[in-house]
Every structure is written in C-alpha cells, then in structure tokens.
C-alpha cells in the first residue's frame, strides 16, 4: 500500500501506528498573505535573533534549508533533514504528548502546518509552521541539542499520563484552534478558556506526563542558554514569536537557572511567560533529563509504577527481573505486607514480550481477555524461581507433567499440572504455562480451571512500568486522532480580492516584473478597499524605495497614519527599519 507521505532513511523507521496522525502538507491553502506574514516574520526575526539568539540558529537556518521568502514544502525540508539524520512531517495542529514524544524520539520533527492569521502575526496559541519549521528545525542542526531532542523524545514517550491529561490535551487543543480561527465566536473562545483554566487549577498530583511536558516547554519551547545576565534564545516558542523573543530579554521578565524544579512548574500557553529558565550549555539539559528519568517509574518500577498506569487507564508495560514484559491496560494490584507487587492484572487485550520483542504465540488474540500474574519468591524458598537451574526446578517440582502447588512469600498460591515453560536466549525462565490451574490470595480467587490455560509470568520483582506498548507492533492503535480538527477558515470575496493585490506584489518581486504604475493602482485599490492593511502597503513600500518611485512617499505617509492604531506601530516601525536595510 502506497503511503500517504514521504518515506526516506528516517520516516521509514517510523512505527505503523503513529502514521495516523500524519497529513498531507495543504501547500495550495496558503494564501498570498499567509506567505507574506512567513516573510515579514523571518525578516524580523533574521535580522533581530541574530543578536539574541543562540549561535546554531542562523547557521541552523542555511542548513536545514529554510527560505525567508516562502513557507518550506515538508518534501524541501525532509531532503535536506535527512542530511542532519532528520525528517519533518506534517500534522494537524497539536497532536497527544506521548505520540509527539516518540516522534521525536525516531528523530522525525512534527509539524504543525497551518499557517497564523495576520491578526496573530507576533504570537500564536495554536501551533503553526512558522512555530515549527522556523522555531524547532534550525536548532537540531546542533549535534548535541538534536541528541537532547531524541532522548527527550525516548524518555517522554514513556511517562505515565493521567485521565486528566488527555482532557487536558483535547481542551487546550480546542482553545488553541477557536484563537487563530478569525471567524471563532467569543462566545465560543470563552468557554474554552474557562474550561482550560479549571483544568489547570483541578489536575491534582501532577502526572509524569504532566511534569516532562512542563521540562519541555521550558527547555524546548521557551528555554534560554548561557548565564542569568546576558542569556541566548534557543527554544523554538520564543525563536518564531517576534513578540515574546524581544519581550523575554526585558529585565521585567525574570531569569531562573534552570534545574529539576522546571518539572513541577505549569505553564499557560495562552499567555507570555512571567519567568524563563537559563540553561549553561546544552549538555546540562540531558543530565537534568536523566535527573528525572531516573524518578518515574520506567526506572523505578514497584507498586507505584502499576498504580500510576491503573490511574491511567489507558496502555502500559510492566517488566519484570527476568526481562518479560506484560503491555495492557492495568486495572488491579495487590500489594503484599511489605508493600511490595504480589499479584497484578490486566484486563482485554495483552501481549508479552522480551526485549521489545512480542513473544511468539503471545500476542493479544492469544491473551485476548486480560493477564495476571504472581511476582516474587516462594515462601521459604531463598533462590528465585528465575534463577532455578532445571536440576532445582526439579528439585522443588517445578517440573513439566508434574502438578504442583506454588506458595508465595506474598500469600498468593498458584496450583495446576506444568505443561510447559517458555525461556528467553540465555536460558532464563520466563513463563510457565500451567492447566487445571487455580490461583487464590487469601480467600480471594485470581484464577480457577474452567478460564483455560494460566500462564504464570516469571520475576520476582517489577523493575519497570511505562506508558505504551513493549513491541511497537502488539497495538494498532496505541493512541487515537483528535476528533476535534483544525477549522478551515472561510475568506469572504472581499478577503480573496485583497489576497489577489497580495499575489499580484508577490509575482512583482519574484518575477521582477516591476512597474511604477502597477505600484500605483496597488497603493490606490488598498487605499480605498482595505485602508487598515498594513502589511501589504510596507510590501510596495519596500518595492517603491529600492526603484526610487515618487509613490513612496504617499505610501510612507499611509503606514504613518496607520501607525496612529497601537496594534501595527511596533509592526510598521519594525518593517519601515527592515525596508530601509
């Protein structure tokens, strides 16, 4: 079957089940507009982030390909990403954290390719290509920052979300799409945002999810590098915003070393951040992210990693000593005295693995009605089952065509006739399948005879539990799309007029078709139909001064007069300075 984006080194390595949430780049939907909005803000931002910004930035541009002139094609992107041992697809607005972590974490940049009204021209909420291209691209063309991104991405795809978080994804994700739609009703706007804000005061204990997002929008999105006095830009949020990227450098704005702390400190993406953290250098960032790995629960596994993924409710993996790894979704533990793991279960569909790799004939229609399992020794017994050479398991009957009675030091016990058992390469037991099989803990039955064969997985401690799936290829569909999509905005006749003077100044400049008189009737049909677009008007500004056209001055003129409006001064100032250059 013919995929439906581009495949190369990279995006082939990519799991089936995060091609879901790739769609195709609507390259022919930018309007003339949108293309002059991407080249008035790379402008602006070339010639001021030069100054303030991290030195991988502009070299990162010329590297990644990115064009100051027109929106990138993904395709464009991706042939020169390759290089750098990158990729780039394209999205529909935010996408679920833990599917936009593993992306990341195969080196693949999504992006989100809509493109900000000229109404959001210095900030957005929602994410565009502007964000994406021009924020995150140029930044992993740093060896040891694109090394940071990848394992972020590798750790964070793990992190245990809670049932909260996705609320919390789907509503920020509404709010962010009404923001830039120009036809949203505030009506509209303002139960969104009242619905995030009682999300962000009612999430309680903040997840793992919760807590890397809150690394990440304080690294990747809006980080500063170098030291408190005199620091450098280097998160994208703040590289495409020409707003935030001179704001953040005020004194106002205050700057924190950046440090472990980030993880409990929630952001709010629908305003400018009241304080940014400093980074030394891009090394520290791995070592802070190694500083929290080692806290969640894919490196601590034990009875609060399965309570963490049965307050998920959603899919998770478990591994156990011996290397066996249970992927479901969680929905009981019990803990023994010692407050350790005695028995778990899943419920629906399982698949068990070893080294990421299902194991054969154990796939989820095999385990099509959920799993559970003792974990632990038997009761005086010093040497785990897992560490029994054969002569041992025979020696405490453990032994095929035998039936047996296993008691755990737990209280769990587990009796039925061994049929056989199931090792990994080096030997080391990993299950043992049993029939006529019962399980109780207490007076509590777990498991009786008439449910079929009991596999009983082996390990006497869980050492690991994490969010997804062990085997990328057990789940289909290990994440779902948003029903809530990006709206397409609707342009009036008279709005598909104005993009056409838009095209038409746009085809001067390309195709240097230049003419005083063409200049003219530009000037004279916005001054009568469209007096408060500003951005067009610096457009045949720019045009007039550098043919030295007599307009130019009734042009200046017009973009004085409009600067009267507080919302295009800094805009025309900024623009005037960059026709002068």
């Not at 028995?343 to 790799?357: I, P």
Request: glycine share 6%.
């Amino acid at each position: 079957m013919e995929s439906h984006f581009e495949l190369n080194e990279v995006t082939k390595k990519l799991p089936k089940h995060l091609h879901k949430f790739i769609v195709k780049q609507p390259y022919e939907e930018y309007t003339p507009q949108n293309q002059a909005v991407w080249r008035y803000v790379m402008r602006i931002n070339v010639d001021y982030l030069s100054k303030v910004a991290h030195t991988s930035y502009l070299a990162g541009l010329e590297k990644t390909g990115i064009s100051i002139e027109n929106i990138p094609h993904m395709e464009g992107m991706n042939r020169i990403l390759k290089e750098i041992g990158w990729a780039a697809v394209s999205v529909d607005g935010f996408i679920p954290p833990n599917a936009f972590m593993e992306f990341q974490a195969y080196n693949v940049l999504v992006i989100a390719s809509d493109m900000r009204t000229i109404n959001h021209i210095e900030y957005t909420p929602a994410p565009d290509i502007i964000h994406e291209a021009a924020g995150h691209a140029p930044i992993i063309a740093n060896p040891e920052y694109a090394e940071y991104l990848r394992r972020f991405g590798e750790i964070g795809s793990k992190a245990i979300s809670s049932a909260k978080d996705y609320e919390m994804y789907e509503a920020i994700r509404l709010l962010s799409i009404l923001k830039e739609d120009p036809n949203s009703s505030e009506s509209d706007i303002e139960a969104a945002q009242t619905r995030v804000e009682w999300l962000q005061e009612n999430m309680g204990e903040l997840s793992e999810m919760a807590q890397i997002r809150n690394l990440h929008w304080w690294t990747v999105e809006y980080g500063l590098i170098g030291n408190l006095e005199n620091p450098k830009i280097y998160g994208a949020g703040l590289l495409s915003s020409i707003g935030e990227s001179a704001w953040c450098m005020q004194d106002t704005v205050k700057k924190v070393s950046y440090s472990l702390d980030a993880a409990n400190l929630n952001f709010d993406i629908t305003k400018p951040q009241p304080q940014l953290f400093v980074t030394p250098d891009f090394a520290y960032l791995s070592l802070v992210l190694d500083e929290f790995a080692n806290t969640m629960a894919l490196r601590t596994g034990g009875i609060k990693g399965i309570q963490k993924l049965i307050d998920s409710k959603s899919l998770g993996t478990i591994e156990l000593t011996t290397g066996i790894q249970i992927s479901g979704v969680f929905t009981n533990v019990i803990q023994d005295k010692n407050n350790k793991v005695a028995y778990f279960q899943t419920s629906g569909e399982t698949a068990l693995s070893n080294r990421d790799k299902e194991l054969i004939g154990h796939g989820k229609s095999h385990h099509a009605n959920g799993f559970g399992s003792p974990v632990g020794k038997l009761k005086g017994i010093n040497l785990p089952i897992e560490d029994m050479s054969p002569r041992d398991l025979k020696a405490y009957g453990i032994y095929e065509g035998e039936f047996m009675t296993l008691e755990f030091e737990s209280g769990v016990v587990v009796k039925g006739k061994a049929i056989t058992g199931t090792r990994d390469l080096r030997g080391k037991i990993l299950l043992i399948t049993l029939d006529d099989c019962t399980v109780t803990f207490k007076d509590e039955i777990l498991f009786q005879p008439a449910w079929g064969i009991y596999d009983m997985a082996i390990g006497k401690e869980v050492i690991s539990a994490y969010a997804g799936a062990a085997d990328v290829n057990s789940f289909d569909d290990m994440s779902k799309v948003s029903n809530t999509k990006t709206h397409k905005i609707n342009y009036s006749a008279t709005e598909r007029e104005l993009y056409n003077l838009y095209h038409q100044v746009r085809e001067m400049r390309t195709k240097n078709l230049v003419s005083e008189e063409k200049v003219i009737l530009i000037f004279n049909e916005l001054q009568s139909k469209f007096s408060k677009d500003w951005l067009l008007l610096l457009e045949i500004y720019e045009i007039a001064i550098k043919k030295e056209y007599a307009i130019q001055n009734e042009i200046l003129k017009a973009l004085h007069d409009l600067k009267s409006n507080k919302s295009y001064t800094k805009l025309i100032e900024n623009g005037l300075i960059l026709c002068q250059q």
